[in-house]
């Protein structure tokens, strides 16, 4: 490195340090971090092309059949925005020049790109997988899908929403060798849809392990609820036993907790980058020990809503999955039906996974999760016929001693059916429903009989003779859950009156 050079590389340095973008410090002409050999572009969408050089500088850049031009402006920033591309398997270069300097991207195709982000049983590889289910090894060994693209952003957090990546991301082929490490429901969901499709599937990770919502929340979106804004004041202090003596708070062991924290760094600065929507798994680091699940419902809508604003989609699909019932702790029932509560909002979907085997917090099958959310996306955004949802409760009707329960995804039918392990439920005859339970007005819950009357579920108990609510696989971890539809699809735990569910945690003094 020259002597010329070496104050400015001084000032990245710190920059970085700091979690600031360079945005205009270098002159030399670069592109966006997540934009880098082997990534997808979102098809049918207009693709934004962003970057920085010399200030006043003319940008070309050409792609396919199209070319663009810009001026940076007085930071150095420049973008382009090309019109929307058809699906592409052909690995074509994206070319970016400026005077005598150019930037050459390879292998770039154009298909469906999805976000998948969360905790930990997002981030959980097929490698990790492996060790647990034989079946994942043979997936490991065909995994030979050069349309399937993967890139993982690690970034720590950030006090203030960052304008790039502080290092550009790898976008990697899905191979044999590369695949272990692959998100495993989001390789299984990519490898779905790329079946299913037959275009290019892209993945952009973001999860990270052990956090709860808050630090993926944007920080716009905090102002939608009492117990957000009273986070964010804290956060802003950055008071963390204020945070999780907060009723409704969380337990923030450190920064990477404090609201916004990550989507500031992994996030922004790719929220001009187009993709299909996002699929979430996470949920554990707000229902723990001494942790606080109430509000969660509220959390949600502030994650789903504050998203489509900074990705400029406010029809933006968002699949997420409802904890299961392996490694779950005391808040995991409240939580679970809290998640249940926020999917209502358009264009979302939850999957149930209460049926699926495993130990730990981190049950291996991420298969079926996988798959489940590919069943969302099909039927909702690809327009393929297929059911997509398990029975979800509806309303009740109280006639007398008896209360009979409508679902909604029903329409095939309803059945008490038994999985075993990654096998496809199988219908039994001979078994009962089990996990639902009913109570009166005392708040008293008791055992309950419940029967499958065509398309409904009818529920009693001789001891409960003015019943006013049901509720079902209500339980850390409920076992034999077996209510489905006739589609396979589990049932969602459920109370038929929520406002009678209420959670006190253990809070520190």
């Known amino acids: 490195m020259s002597k010329s050079n070496l104050p400015q590389f001084i000032i990245l340095v710190v920059l970085m340090l700091l979690g600031i973008a360079p945005d205009a410090v270098s002159a030399e002409l670069r592109v966006a971090g997540i934009l880098t050999d082997h990534m997808v572009l979102q098809r049918d969408q207009p693709i934004h092309v962003r970057g920085w050089t010399e200030v006043g500088d003319a940008v070309t850049v050409t792609f396919a059949d199209q070319t663009k031009q810009a001026t940076s402006d007085k930071n150095g920033k420049w973008s382009v925005t090309f019109e929307p591309f058809a699906a592409s398997l052909q690995g074509r270069l994206l070319r970016i020049k400026s005077g005598e300097e150019s930037i050459v991207i390879n292998d770039v195709l154009v298909g469906e790109v999805w976000h998948a982000s969360g905790q930990s049983n997002m981030a959980m590889t097929v490698g990790a997988m492996s060790r647990e289910l034989e079946t994942v090894k043979d997936d490991i060994a065909e995994a030979d899908y050069p349309g399937i693209r993967f890139c993982r952003i690690n970034e720590p957090e950030s006090p203030e929403p960052l304008t790039d990546l502080r290092k550009p991301v790898d ?8 695949v272990s490490r692959f998100s495993g429901v ?11 499709l037959n275009v290019p599937i892209g993945v952009i990770d973001t999860s990270r392990g052990g956090t709860p919502i808050e630090p993926f929340i944007p920080r716009s979106a905090f102002d939608s609820h009492s117990t957000l804004k009273k986070e964010l004041e804290l956060g802003d202090r950055e008071d963390l036993v204020g945070i999780w003596k907060l009723p409704g708070g969380v337990r923030a062991r450190d920064a990477n907790w404090l609201p916004g924290r990550l989507f500031n760094s992994r996030m922004a600065p790719i929220s001009r980058f187009s993709v299909r929507g996002t699929i979430w798994y996470q949920g554990e680091s707000n229902s723990g020990v001494q942790e606080d699940p109430r509000d969660y419902q509220h959390k949600m809508r502030a994650l789903i809503n504050g998203w489509r604003q900074e990705f400029g989609n406010e029809k933006m699909p968002v699949y997420f999955v409802q904890l299961p019932g392996s490694g779950a702790g005391e808040g995991w029932p409240y939580l679970r039906g809290q998640q249940r509560l926020a999917a209502d909002l358009p264009h979302t979907g939850m999957v149930v996974t209460i049926d699926i085997d495993g130990e730990g917090i981190h ?19 690809y327009g393929k016929r297929l059911a997509f949802s398990g029975p979800m409760f509806d309303r009740q009707e109280i006639h007398g001693k008896k209360i009979i329960i409508h679902f909604l995804h029903g329409e095939s039918g309803l059945m008490i059916a038994k999985k075993e392990g990654l096998a496809k439920p199988v219908e039994v005859l001979d078994e009962e429903l089990l996990n639902f339970e009913i109570t009166d007005a005392s708040g008293d819950w008791q055992p309950a009989i419940a029967t499958i009357v065509g398309k409904t579920v009818i529920v009693t108990n001789t001891k409960v003779s003015s019943p006013i609510a049901i509720q079902y696989a209500y339980a850390v971890s409920p076992e034999n859950c077996n209510l489905y539809n006739h589609a396979g699809l589990p049932a969602s735990p459920f109370c038929s009156l929520p406002d009678l569910l209420t959670y006190d945690p253990k809070l520190p003094e």
Do not use: M, S
């Open 171 to 178: 976008w990697i082929v899905c191979q044999p060798k590369t």
């Open 363 to 381: 049950p291996p099958n991420k298969i079926d999760v996988g798959h489940r959310l590919a069943r969302w996306a099909l039927a909702k955004n």
């Open 186 to 196: 989001a390789f299984y969901f990519a490898r779905r849809l790329n079946a299913e």
